[in-house]
């Protein structure tokens, strides 16, 4: 692997220090370009390191349970359904009360709001009323003096519940079948003229249709889902929480108690990953103890144990698929057909903006002519699945990719000579199924860079003289491409605010409305402020999430963290500068447009003071030395009636080579090697990005690989709830060479200092992996069946697709 990074550049993967040099707060190593950098008084484009690594490393970094307990804290716990359905009969509370250490039962009719944490459509209960609808559903809150005695009290659901049971419906198509739907169906077409995808399918010189069945992820976030809700005077709450989105916290906490929204205070400093399962879901949590606190007027604290957390909440939809296609000679698609049945679980949390992204990302990287795609909101007795980084994205692309693979294999082509072929051009090539233009495009260039650095086409033949020689062990390559809308796709969401001050000594505080979950926010956006300031990156703080400092804010969702909060914190920074340089010109009486802020000084015309010394004078001359900021992404509008505008502000490109080896007598594969080019725009932290490209990278390989959710069938039992029986990629399976490289392209857009989004686009990156699998299974027929491959492709999916391979075709 590369070990250099050069900001504002192709960037590679920066020198990793040891963890002791994390704890003592050693940098990470850099590189010339960093130190000139820095010397020319840059604070953006530079690989600091994470805000709170040597907190991290160390273990001193505080999460919402390393708060201290105020005194009289009592400990929460939640009584699941024992059954995925049924009629709730009745629960004993007298047994759940007589349990040692239970101060109080808390059951719907208790609860004196809303019974309700759906948030967008209302059908979400916080406990379970008239009707139980999954395995695990939260029907009563225990609240006892001790978190074990709590749990333990909790467990005796399974005696306190009464439940008339149902059958239950635990498979998508199952239940898509039965007509059981969440909402009406999504269409998203483009047509020439009524009924011309199905006429250009049938006209076309080669057809193909087949299906394909994806499965959901957990988020396996290290640190659960935990509420820590303190009751504050005069009928207010002080709520802990770990969530990617306080203002929603907020807003369903005040609900559930009947209050307003200024009556809760929700705080977040940090989070120990969030993934997207802490933007809705953390609502159950956040309002069942802050129910408790407000009716016993003690803090009270809930913290899910892991099982638990698996068996309440959702997780990444699982997909199935339909598919048509018609295409010519050389694999261009002339029409294409897709239906996709979303697993969305009981409730529809925010399954339908999901699914309005998988649409909005079949297309990928393609320009589709004509295009017909149908979504369903499956309703399954399971749990509500829910946002997952990529957020539709991953599920609506991997389709494509798929047929394209498919099309390679029935014309005899290497599958990148078909996915070129079918790339966005500019002109007639250009607009997308929903309407809106690609004015940014960069893939073409991307993957010719690509193949040149990866060798690839040199690659491909030694796969295949190695496959010809070797009967048991088979390798495979495959390069797919990504192609991924940045923004909200609800518009009034791109929004965000912040406020800066500066202090008379020179340093800055920052609060914005983002929250920090490991991905390098705060980071980020104090390299902003620093910038702006021209003052060192030691010299800014970002502070703790708080809904009474920053309102209304968006999730931090959508990658759109650094790009709304870094452009609302600058704006905040640029008032301040502005006042400064405005009170400089008049102090030392020169012209506003010679002075500059930078290293430290500001240069005033031929004189240099220090920024702090600046600040104190116009602290004495009583210069406003704090402002507030606000940002708004522009030119975004949709239509969720007509499938149609322009949802993404920007688009972010990649693309990535793997090869893989499969062993065909235990389906068992290995990931051999993978380069990576992807599109960051020019990075605001070249250090943190590649993190986040190779992080994203390697959870998506294994949601795509090994991380198999499994239902009892009879029951709805989640099998896989915990890390013995759910199979996260650990260190073992990254790809022992593993190359990422940021592709020289600053964003055409002007975002903030002209970066792009990284943390979403790199879970396509792993489509390669998949692919590249295929390949191999493919090749242990001689390239002539298709593989009818599921994902996650696990061990016993390899071997059921080698079957069908070696039969020789006739997939199910």
């Known amino acids: 692997m590369n070990e250099q990074s050069r900001p504002g550049s192709a960037t590679s993967r920066a020198t990793k220090p040891g963890l002791a040099g994390f704890a003592a707060g050693v940098r990470v190593a850099w590189s010339e370009a960093d130190e000139a950098a820095l010397a020319a008084g840059s604070r953006v484009g530079v690989g600091v390191p994470h805000e709170s690594a040597h907190l991290h490393v160390s273990g001193a970094a505080a999460y919402v349970d390393d708060v201290p307990e105020r005194a009289g804290t009592l400990h929460a716990a939640l009584g699941l359904s024992p059954v995925a359905a049924g009629t709730l009969l009745g629960i004993d509370t007298a047994l759940l ?10 059951i719907a009719s208790d609860i004196p709001g809303a019974n309700e944490c759906g948030p967008v459509v209302h059908d979400d209960p916080i406990l379970a009323e008239g009707a139980v609808r999954y395995l695990g559903q939260p029907v009563f809150i225990v609240v006892a003096t001790a978190r074990d005695l709590a749990r333990r009290a909790a467990a005796k659901a399974r005696d306190a519940v009464r439940v008339e049971p149902a059958e239950p419906v635990l498979d998508p198509r199952a239940a898509h079948e039965a007509g059981r739907h969440l ?171 999901v699914l309005t992204r998988a649409l909005c990302h079949a297309d990928n990287a393609y320009f589709l002519p004509e295009v017909a795609l149908t979504g369903h909101l499956a309703r399954t007795d399971t749990q509500s699945n829910t946002a997952f980084r990529g957020f539709g994205g991953p599920q609506g692309a991997l389709v494509t990719e798929i047929i394209l693979d498919s099309i390679a294999r029935r014309l005899g082509r290497d599958a990148l000579e078909i996915r070129c072929a079918n790339f966005y051009g500019r002109g007639a090539r250009d607009v997308t199924p929903y309407g809106q233009t690609v004015e940014d495009n960069v893939i073409a260039e991307i993957v010719e860079q690509l193949v040149r650095s990866s060798a690839y086409h040199e690659r491909r033949a030694a796969v295949a003289a190695f496959n010809a020689t070797s009967p048991v062990l088979k390798k495979g390559l495959a390069l797919t491409p990504v ?39 705060n980071t980020k956006v104090a390299q902003v402020v620093a910038d702006a300031l021209g003052i060192g990156f030691d010299q800014v703080r970002c502070t703790a999430t708080d809904t009474s400092k920053v309102a209304n804010t968006s999730a931090t969702a959508a990658s759109t963290g ?74 975004i509008n949709w239509s969720p009636q007509t499938m149609r505008g322009r949802p993404f502000y920007y688009f972010a490109y990649g693309a990535a080579v793997s090869e893989v080896v499969i062993d065909t007598l235990s389906g068992e594969f290995t990931a051999l090697r993978t380069d990576i080019l992807h599109d960051a725009g020019r990075s605001l932290n070249p250090a943190i990005d590649i993190g986040q490209i190779e992080g994203g990278f390697v959870q998506s390989m294994g949601w795509l690989t090994s991380e198999e959710l499994v239902w009892h069938p009879k029951t709805g039992m989640l099998l896989t709830h915990a890390p013995s029986t759910y199979k996260i990629p650990t260190a073992n399976d990254v790809p022992a060479v593993l ?27 792993a489509f390669s992996v998949l692919l590249a699998i295929r390949d191999a299974i493919s090749a242990a027929g001689g390239h002539r069946v298709d593989p009818p491959l599921r994902a996650p492709a696990t061990p016993e999916a390899i071997l059921d697709a080698l079957d069908v391979v070696r039969a020789g075709g006739d997939a199910p």
Request: charged share 20%; net charge neutral; with cysteine.
């Open 562 to 635: 650094a790009d709304l909060n870094g452009m609302a914190a600058l704006d905040a920074a640029l008032a301040i500068r502005g006042r400064l340089a405005a009170f400089a010109a008049e102090r030392f009486e020169t012209g506003i447009e010679s002075i500059r802020f930078s290293n430290g000084l500001v240069r005033i015309g031929g004189t240099s003071i220090s920024f702090a010394d600046l600040v104190r004078m116009a602290y004495e001359a009583r210069v406003q030395l704090w402002s507030d900021g606000f940002y708004a992404t522009p030119k």
């Open 183 to 353: 909402r009406a169906p999504m269409e998203l077409v483009r047509e020439s003229e009524p009924g011309a995808c199905r006429r250009a399918i049938a006209a076309a010189p080669h057809r193909l249709a087949g299906r394909f069945s994806l499965g959901g992820q957990e988020q396996f976030y290290l640190e659960g889902q935990i509420t820590y809700a303190i009751p504050t005077e005069n009928d207010g709450m002080h709520v802990l929480c770990s969530t990617q989105h306080p203002s929603e916290m907020q807003h369903l906490v005040a609900h559930a108690l009947g209050w307003r929204s200024h009556q809760v205070l929700v705080e977040c400093r940090r989070m120990g990953g969030g993934f997207g399962g802490k933007e809705s879901q953390s609502g159950l949590f956040a309002c069942a103890a802050s129910i408790a606190a407000s009716r016993l007027g003690r803090p009270v604290k809930l913290r899910l144990d892991r099982d638990d957390d698996f068996l309440i909440t959702g997780r990444r939809h699982g997909f199935e698929y339909d598919y048509e296609v018609g295409f010519d000679d050389n694999g261009r698609i002339a029409g294409l057909v897709i239906t996709m049945i979303a697993n969305a679980g009981h409730s529809t949390d925010l399954s339908m903006a």
């Open 483 to 521: 192609k991924f809308g940045i923004s909200f796709n609800v518009p009034h969401l791109n929004q965000a605010g912040a406020l800066v001050h500066v202090y008379a000594d020179g340093s800055a505080l920052v609060n914005h409305g983002g929250t920090e979950m490991g991905q390098g926010l």
């Open 739 to 765: 190359n990422t490289t940021l592709f020289d392209s600053p964003n055409r857009e002007p975002s903030i200092h002209r970066s792009k989004a990284v943390g979403e686009p790199p879970m396509l990156l």
């Open 97 to 106: 009360r007589a349990q040692p250490g239970v101060v109080d039962v808390i």
